[in-house]
């Protein structure tokens, strides 16, 4: 029974952190309708890359933190 309740504990954090991830993600994309992140990839735009690295590394920090 305990393992079951570790896993579904490790499903729902797994699935938090992906909505998450791809919330922000989106809300970014919405709030800068004059950049392509897609597009600034794509060309190798290396400073767009390390933006959003940064957002997922600090978001990841902030969901962890919230999920435990």
């Known amino acids: 029974m305990e393992l079951g309740n ?3 504990s490790i499903l729902i954090s797994l699935l938090t952190g992906v909505v998450g991830f791809v919330i922000a993600y989106k809300l970014f994309d919405w709030l800068t309708p004059t ?3 897609e597009e600034q990839l794509r060309n190798d ?3 767009v890359a390390i933006f959003l690295a940064g957002l997922f590394i600090g978001l990841g920090l902030l969901l962890g ?4």
């Open 6 to 8: 570790y896993l579904l």
């Open 45 to 47: 735009n290396r400073a």
């Open 35 to 37: 950049l392509s992140f």
């Open 65 to 68: 933190s919230a999920v435990k």
